[in-house]
């Protein structure tokens, strides 16, 4: 596969250098501008041009032991469904998942752009025993603040980040913040493995270029990630094609964790459909919102797929999530809970 | 690098969920509007990059030993998603204050200006300390700003505004 080094490219709203991002449409489209994706022109994938200084292994215990869950089983992560910058629903939404999960991730969300900063959320998190996962992005601090972020959730114990660019701040509910992109995915995993972190990143396989995407995969690993969670992108199959192929681009299996979607509710639904680039598996969501039960057979499909996933072959967990209406945190904590803890999680 | 841009009293839009004032910003507002000498405060703000660590965790950790904190809040390296984090975060902790840096170091990111950033810690219900020069203090009242931070680093003082 033919590839360049990095150039700038300043046409691109994220600044990126190693693009294209998940959030490119269908038809080429930038998710930002009104228009075509910059990098769909170029010749991919861009090529890490880091100095292969050697990577850290995970200095923090929470780290080493997710790596020795991963050694005896597939890894089941959850998302986590507390309401922003509210202590009371972080405890009680930890207390729903605590036991049922490997490890939760406490990620961005578009309706709640504003959280506690991710160590702090962090500590909060820990503090009610579980394994956290944090979900960096650098679309809001530039490389000082990220680093002072990446040595404190190492300070604060965390499992690992999972390192992404973020959506730009025209998405979401606060268009009016200064968009920062000072890094990106690409060149913050390299300065969280050096600070001692186990790191992930995104990958959207349905996004077009669809056939550069396992090379992208490839220069990621080499730039310092470790696990590959992937967007929804259709069925079993795709996802077992989607691993063979970032085997194939990068010489060695990447271990990838496919994302399973919860949906519980007409408001998880509406979630969902904001996600770029997310396929789910024929009548997902139908089957879900015309049961009388929702919330059960929600359960239900995701334990199904999730089960299918864990079954597939190059895939190292998954990663359980989705959201409900406000008010709902606890209710769809203890939903994700039930999922992961048939999984395998916790175990 | 650039520089601050200088920006007029326009109100920011304030759409952090609106605290009321904790037990130790309510001892600190008290003591300045009665003119008492405030609780001796350890003042902390970020280490530096890229061992850090951020001003919050140390607030956390300097307030679990039962210490009265205020914290110097960074905004050039930051946008404004950020910095009302960490204003939300730091209002959670109760720490008896923010403190403003009237003219901040020029930075990559130029989201909020320090008179915002005043009205947005206000707005979470923390008192805000002014650092250096307050050319105009009507202003920075009107911001919600209560004091001027004296004394030295390790012997910070505050003094109403
Ligand atoms: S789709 Fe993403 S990578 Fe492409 S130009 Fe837009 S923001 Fe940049």
Known sequence: MSGVGAVGTAACPKRMTYGPCGGVGADGGCEVAPEPCVFLPRPLPVRWSGDGTPLEEPRTRAGREVLEVMARRPLVVSGFPAAPMSRDSVRACAEALRGSTDCVLAGDSGRARVQFPPAYRARLMAAEGLRVWSGVNCRDRDRDALDRELASLREVGVAGVHCVTGDHTGSGDRPDATPVFDLEATTLLPRARRAGLLTSFAESPAAPPVRHRPARVAEKVRAGGRLCWLQYCGEVEDVEAFAAATAAAAGAPVPVLPGVPLVVDRAGALLLADFAAAVLPEGYVERVLEARDPEVVGVQVAVELGTRLLGASGVAGVVVAGGAGPGREVAFARALATVTRELGGGS | ?161
């Open chain 2, 1 to 161: 690098m650039p520089t601050w841009p200088l920006r007029g009293d326009a109100p920011v839009e304030d759409r952090l969920r609106p605290g009321s004032r904790r037990p130790r910003a309510a001892a600190l507002a008290g003591a300045l509007a009665e003119g008492r000498p405030p609780a001796p405060a350890v003042l902390l703000g970020d280490g530096p990059p890229p061992t850090g660590p951020t001003v919050v965790l140390r607030a956390a950790e300097a307030r679990e030993a039962g210490e009265d904190v205020w914290c110097r809040i960074a905004v050039h390296d930051r946008n404004r998603v950020a910095v009302e984090g960490d204003l939300a975060a730091l209002a959670d902790l109760d720490v008896a204050a923010v403190v403003v840096d009237a003219d901040p170091p020029p930075g990559r990111v130029l989201d909020l200006a320090p008179i915002e950033v005043a009205r947005l810690a206000t707005y979470a219900g923390l008192v805000v300390l002014v650092a250096g020069p307050v050319g105009e203090p009507e202003r920075w009242r009107r911001a919600g700003a209560c004091g001027l931070l004296v004394g030295t680093p390790d012997r910070p003082r505050a003094v109403a505004l």
